[in-house]
C-alpha cells in the first residue's frame, strides 16, 4: 500500500491570534480616547504614537490592570507553547504604547529590538479595512537557491508576505525579529492598536553545556 503523502510547516514562525474575549470597559476606552490629546506624529511610520504620564509603559497603569492581566493570559500561553522552559524563568511585559492609524497613513516596514516576543492588542480596529502584514524571513547566510515563480495560489510556505485582518478585541503575538507593516489605512474608524514587547527574567540555559544565563 502506498503510503499517503503529507507536508509539514517544519521549523515555522509562530504567530499567535486570539481575542481578549470582552469589550472594554468605560475606564479604558476613555482612556484610549483621552490619549488622542497627548499624540507625537512617527514621521517614519505616518501615523500617531501615544504619550502620556507614564510615557511607553502605558500597561502599567493602574486604570489599564485589567487589560494587562488579559494580555499576559495570551503572553504567557504563547511563552509555554513555544519555548517550553524548564528552568526557573519567566516572560514579562516591557514596553507599552497606542499607536493611532487615520485614513490614508501607514506603518513601515520594521521589527522590535530588544525584545523577544512581541504583540498587538486592536483596541478599534474593523476587519473589512484593518490589518497587520507580516514579511517571510530572509536568511542572508541561507544557501538554498531561491526561486520566485508566479504562483498560481500564495500559502503559508510561498507568499513572500501574509496579510492577517484584524478586529476590535484581537490580540497578535509574534517573535520580535519578523518583519511587519500596516498597509495605507482605508475606512473612516480611527485604526487603534496597544503595542508591546517582552522579555524574561530568571534563569535560562544550563550550567552543564555553558549556556547559562542568570536575567
Not at 484610549?32 to 511610520?45: D, G, I, L, R, Y
Request: aromatic letters at 12%; proline letters at 3%; a neutral charge.
Amino acid at each position: 500500500m502506498t503510503k499517503q503523502a503529507t507536508l509539514q510547516g517544519l521549523f515555522g514562525t509562530p504567530l499567535y491570534s486570539s481575542n481578549i474575549g470582552r469589550s472594554y470597559t468605560k475606564e479604558e476606552t476613555n482612556f484610549f480616547e483621552n490619549s488622542k490629546k497627548h499624540v507625537t506624529q512617527n514621521a517614519s511610520t505616518n501615523s500617531f504614537t501615544g504619550k502620556n504620564k507614564k510615557g511607553t509603559y502605558i500597561l502599567e497603569l493602574e486604570k489599564l490592570s485589567t487589560l494587562k492581566k488579559d494580555v499576559m493570559v495570551h503572553v504567557q500561553s504563547y511563552f509555554e507553547k513555544i519555548y517550553a522552559p524548564n528552568t526557573d524563568c519567566s516572560i514579562y511585559l516591557t514596553q507599552s504604547w497606542i499607536n493611532y492609524t487615520e485614513e490614508g497613513q501607514q506603518h513601515h516596514s520594521h521589527f522590535h529590538s530588544n525584545s523577544l516576543v512581541s504583540g498587538v492588542v486592536y483596541l478599534d480596529a474593523d476587519k473589512q479595512h484593518d490589518g497587520i502584514i507580516f514579511f517571510r524571513p530572509q536568511n542572508f547566510y541561507d544557501r538554498t537557491i531561491h526561486i520566485d515563480p508566479k504562483q498560481s495560489e500564495l500559502n503559508e510556505f510561498n507568499a513572500p508576505k501574509w496579510d492577517l485582518p484584524v478586529e476590535t478585541g484581537d490580540i497578535v503575538l509574534f517573535p520580535s525579529y519578523l518583519k511587519h507593516s500596516v498597509d495605507t489605512k482605508n475606512g473612516k474608524n480611527t485604526r487603534t492598536s496597544l503595542a508591546f514587547n517582552t522579555f524574561v527574567k530568571g534563569t535560562i540555559g544550563g550550567t552543564f553545556n555553558l549556556t547559562e544565563l542568570r536575567l
